[in-house]
């Protein structure tokens, strides 16, 4: 089925531990994001990419890294969890007219102890 | 700068109406509206853009008054699905692509 698939959906990570949540979508969207979900706060968006090969900052993005290879993939790393990093993330692809709205991804519930 | 949304929260009978509105300060490319079920993702309702008409399927619908920086939603003769919380995004000139998030209306419809 099209859409964007998110692994995994859940983890549990000790402090200072690095982790990668994959994202990939088969729509041939070139615009994806990362988003963290936390009680009260809805969406804030950590970091974005408009193609292969280019990303850029969102509105929280310390401690995050991101990459974008392919059209397809755009992995999120953490690079030292911390527990101020648990949240809920979801991906989301778009196309760059964005006329048809973000897909999200089921999302992964990230527990950092 | 994050879009405001009222109400926090909603409760109705099946078959009432809501409005959900959604403010910004910042000049505005378009709004978008999704709706998020408990445990799930945020799913896709509608766009509406700058110069663009009102637009809507079936029950729900939306206007964006571009002066104003503002969009209200509209759901009519509410049904039990569409419980859920609704969040409204939004796009800037020169960002357009970028979707800046309101904190949600926790909406509950009621038998």
């Known amino acids: 089925n099209a859409g964007v698939t998110q692994t995994p959906k859940f983890q549990v990570l000790k402090t200072g531990q690095s982790m990668t949540l994959q994202c990939a979508q088969d729509?041939?969207?070139?615009?994806m994001s990362w988003y963290r979900q936390d009680p009260g706060m809805g969406l804030r968006l950590i970091h974005y990419?408009?193609?292969?090969?280019?990303?850029d900052q969102g509105e929280v993005p310390n401690g995050y890294n991101v990459s974008r290879s392919t059209t397809e993939d755009f992995p999120l790393r953490l690079l030292s969890a911390a527990p101020s990093q648990t949240s809920v993330y979801f991906c989301?692809?778009?196309?760059?007219?964005?006329?048809?709205?973000?897909?999200f991804g089921s999302g992964t519930r990230l527990t950092v102890v | 700068q994050q879009p405001v949304q009222s109400p926090q929260a909603v409760i109705l009978r099946e078959g009432e109406d809501a409005v959900i509105n959604c403010s910004s300060s910042k000049a505005l490319y378009s709004v978008h509206w999704y709706r998020q079920k408990h445990g799930e993702a945020p799913v896709f309702l509608m766009i509406l853009l700058k110069g663009g008409e009102q637009k809507g399927h079936e029950k729900i619908s939306a206007s964006f008054n571009e002066k104003k920086q503002q969009s209200s939603l509209y759901l009519t003769a509410s049904q039990l699905s569409y419980s859920g919380t609704y969040f409204c995004g939004t796009a800037s000139f020169g960002s357009a692509r970028q979707l800046t998030f309101g904190s949600g209306t926790q909406l509950t419809v009621l038998p």
């Open positions: 990419s408009v193609g292969a090969g280019i990303t």
């Open positions: 989301a692809s778009s196309s760059l007219t964005g006329t048809y709205g973000y897909t």
């Open positions: 729509m041939n969207h070139e615009y």
